[in-house]
């Protein structure tokens, strides 16, 4: 942790920056920031965002000490901590070499570069490798044009030999992109006419198929797949189109995004709606900041109606994952709420007749419904990573716990590849990872029975966060369909963080609730393979039929049901 002035000494001309640490969360503040709260602070004008910052700088301070103070903190802990992971392969964490992967043979990438180097008028036998990282299929959002041989045609005599017939081969796919802004704009210029006897003007009409409106649907749709999708920030899509002199502010931006929102909330709360009739449900949450909950401001706006304490200031985003009859779908709430506090309201809407689904979260208390029973299971993965943190300062107890970790993680992938019922691989894991976790648990057990392992130690706390879960973290040996993981909920996470990282804050209650809206149905449609811009284009396009059948414009469905009414137009 450096001044200002001395990380500009360190770093150079460039802002230095200043990363706090702050209930698990990286705030990055450069020393241009500093300097200007220095000023404020001597001119005695400081603001109130001001206070909030320099108290985290402070808390951050001490909490630095505290953690280098501590002996079980190592200098790879504290540089993971402040920095970030790297990749928790056990290839990376263990160095082992059979974990590399297999090398691909070189003779065959010889016999395919002179495949590709033949004349591809010629006939072979076998199509040429192509070398782009998509074939032409991938390109379904693309225009499709059709380019007939200016010349020749299928059964026309050979120009060549003059004696053979010509037959249609499969095409040869030229694919082409153009760049252009992520908005464009077309400015029609309507000649006006006047009479100059009489004064009357005559202008000419809007071209067939053109709107009045200024917006088209499709703007919303792609503003929302830019900032809540991607991550990109209202104020970057302003500059980015001003620089393509296609003006956009940002300010109209979010009337675009907001105006729209209430076309797309049927679908989200049908969205909630099937998500609490799913069969194994993800759930976690990160931090979030809505600064009209969030210091002064949060002392002048009344607490919302549906606030279980008044008195919490912590904000997070849930993400919410379910699966149901081999679809997924994610929903995210932003609030004060927990994810346990958020999962129970999605259950509200559980049928009654369904059984307790199965939750997979991770082990902190605050994930689990208040009132609502699930089948719980924990995820091996944070379990894992604990030693993954420790594996140099006790190499040889970590690589004993990795590798037992690893054999599942295999039988598991075994399982996904022959795409095994929940049935065959329940019975599976029994047969060959149960011996496997039996033998684990007796191990850490006999290291804390033994006293081979200090108990308040950070090996120690490992051991006993997998012994005090152990009946959640091996569900998936008892239950079929139980997933080893919170992977996929993690996955989620990071489009809340992505946007967290980029745009820093919700400004509003209301803003955080339209961002939750449009990053559920696109992150949905991601699960799905579905088109996210075409899904919320017909989501605007067909509202009042998503209002009334909302079940029927799911991401997984909306095209059948788009071209069912299509066809009876």
Known sequence: MLHSRQMDRTCGKEAGRIMTRKAAEILEVTSQQLEELLERA??????????????????????????????????????????GATSETSKNVLGDAEDAPN????????????????????????????????????????????????????????????????????????????????????????????????G???????????????????????????????????????????????????????????????????????????????????????????????????????????????????????????????????VFFSGRQHAGENLSDVLKHRAVELEAPLQMCDGLARNLPKELETILANCLAHGRRNFVELYDRFPDECRHVIKAFKVIYHNDKIAREEAMSAAARLTYHQAHSKPTMDDLQAWLQRQLDDKLVEPNSALGEAINYLLRRWEPLTLFLRKAGAPLDNNICERALKKVILHRKNSMFYKTRNGAHVGDMYMSLIYSCELNGANAFDYLNQLQLNAADVTKHPDLWMPWNYRENFRATSDAA
């Open 42 to 83: 001597g001119s005695n004008t400081l603001r109130d965002e001001d206070t909030e910052l320099m108290r985290s700088i402070f808390q951050s301070y001490a909490e630095f000490f505290q953690i280098v103070g501590d002996k079980n903190t190592t200098i790879a802990r504290l540089r993971k901590m402040m920095f």
């Open 200 to 330: 009357k003007i005559f202008t000419a009409p809007v071209p067939a198929g053109v709107g009045d409106a200024k917006y088209d649907h499709t703007v919303a749709s792609m503003i929302g797949l830019l900032k809540y999708g991607s991550g990109l920030p209202f104020n970057r899509v302003q500059r980015l189109q001003g620089s393509c002199e296609l003006p956009l502010a940002a300010s109209t931006q979010w009337d675009i995004v907001h105006s729209a929102a209430p076309l797309i909330a049927a679908a989200y709360e049908e969205l909630i709606r099937q998500a609490g009739q799913g069969d194994v449900i993800y759930n976690d949450d990160t931090t979030v900041k809505i600064l009209e909950l969030m210091g002064q401001r949060a002392k002048k706006t009344p607490p919302p109606d549906d606030e279980h304490d008044p008195k919490r200031t912590g904000l997070f985003t849930s993400g919410v994952v379910a699966t149901l009859a081999g679809v997924r779908m994610a």
């Open 103 to 198: 090398p691909s043979p070189g003779d065959a990438s010889d016999d395919a570069s002179a495949d590709s180097d033949r004349n591809q008028d010629e006939d072979s036998s076998e199509p040429p490798p192509g070398h782009g990282r998509h074939g032409a299929d991938a390109y379904r959002g693309a225009d499709q044009v059709e380019v007939k041989h200016p010349k020749h045609a299928a059964g026309d005599a050979c120009p060549d030999c003059g004696q053979g017939t010509l037959y249609e081969k499969s095409p040869s796919v030229l694919v082409r992109f153009v760049g252009q802004a992520p908005l464009h704009a077309t400015v029609y210029r309507r000649q006006k006419l006047r009479c100059h006897l009489c």
